[in-house]
């Protein structure tokens, strides 16, 4: 039999128990003092064991143990999960911000998409009603426009016509009792104070549009004076044969004076009367003698529409 050597018993460093934490973990409640401390009971039963166990470990596996021992390692996790350095800090709070920074709700997205739909909307609506307006004004330039005036009054607007010889007006009568009527006329006897009527046609309750032409009956091939009532309630026409001067004058060429309303509305009571039309053709000597709303001195040739009451013949 061989004789077996026995092996030399290395000496084990020893390792003490951890020392108090006392100093170090001031801040620390007594509840993590006792779990350091039961920690380092257990650390000091596994030194012990691990000397009986040493002595039969082979010299080049067996060395001394690390300074850190179990008790040391669980103590500075600890310290490092209880406080963090300034760095691990520094760090997380940057990282909370940037995320703070762009952090939204379903709340916020659903506001703010409401506003962006409501601000293309009320730009569309901007654009919209500008567009609106500027088809008004040309609808108001092209067919006339009267203008809000007081209740219960009479109000009458030229409107512009197009074509020869023919007027537009229009007119707005209140509703009641006293109805109204559109006279019209092509002769201002001399010294008189108002043409001679040839004849009316009624003007519905509200808004109408009266149009005086002299024109060729296609029918008869006889000139006339025609007065045409337009209004929701449907349309409404008279007209008179001319006698054959008058034809004569209207086909001509001379000098008009208008006196009759223009542009601007202008309103009056309902128991007054607006001279819509008063067109009157200068022919010869009498026309050069008219000055201002004095009787003719001759017979005035010319186109006469008065919106008047309809209170008794003409």
């Known amino acids: 039999m061989s004789n077996v050597e026995p092996r030399p018993v ?14 170090e ?65 520094a760090e997380s709070k940057a990282a909370e911000s940037a995320s703070g920074r762009w952090r939204i709700s379903l709340r916020e997205y659903m506001g703010l998409v409401t506003i962006v739909i409501l601000s293309i909307g009320l730009v569309f609506s901007i654009q919209r009603l500008r567009s609106l307006q500027i088809e008004v004004t040309q609808l108001r330039e092209e067919t006339g426009y009267l203008q809000k005036t007081e209740p219960g009054q009479v109000a009458a607007a030229r409107a512009p016509s197009d074509q020869p010889l023919t007027y537009r007006v229009r007119v707005r009568v209140p509703a009641g009792p006293t109805k109204f009527r559109v006279a019209y006329s092509s002769v201002w006897p001399r010294d008189e104070a108002a043409p001679q009527w040839y004849g009316a046609v009624p003007l519905p309750e509200g808004e109408s549009v009266v149009t005086i032409r002299i024109l060729e009956d296609p029918r008869d091939k006889r000139w006339k004076i025609a007065s045409l009532v337009s209004s929701l309630e449907g349309n409404q026409r008279m007209a008179t044969v001319l006698p054959p001067p008058h034809v004569t004058i209207f086909r001509g060429s001379h000098d008009v004076l208008s006196t009759g309303v223009g542009r601007e509305t202008q309103a009056v009571q309902p128991t007054d009367s607006i001279r819509i039309l008063d067109e009157r053709w200068l022919v010869g000597e009498g026309g050069l003698l008219l000055y201002g709303d004095r ?20």
């Open 10 to 23: 290395l000496p084990t460093k020893s390792v003490s128990p951890a020392k108090p934490l006392a100093s």
């Open 25 to 89: 973990l001031a801040s620390f409640s007594k509840t993590s003092a006792g779990a350091v401390e039961v920690s380092a009971t257990a650390d000091d039963s596994l030194n012990r064991s691990a000397q009986t166990r040493g002595a039969s470990i082979r010299n080049d596996e067996t060395g001394p143990l690390p300074d850190d021992s179990p008790s040391n390692t669980s103590v500075s996790t600890l310290v490092e999960h209880q406080l963090p350095g300034p760095k691990a800090t």
């Open 295 to 314: 009787a003719p001195r001759t017979d005035q040739v010319g186109i006469y529409a008065e919106l008047q009451p309809d209170v008794g013949p003409l």
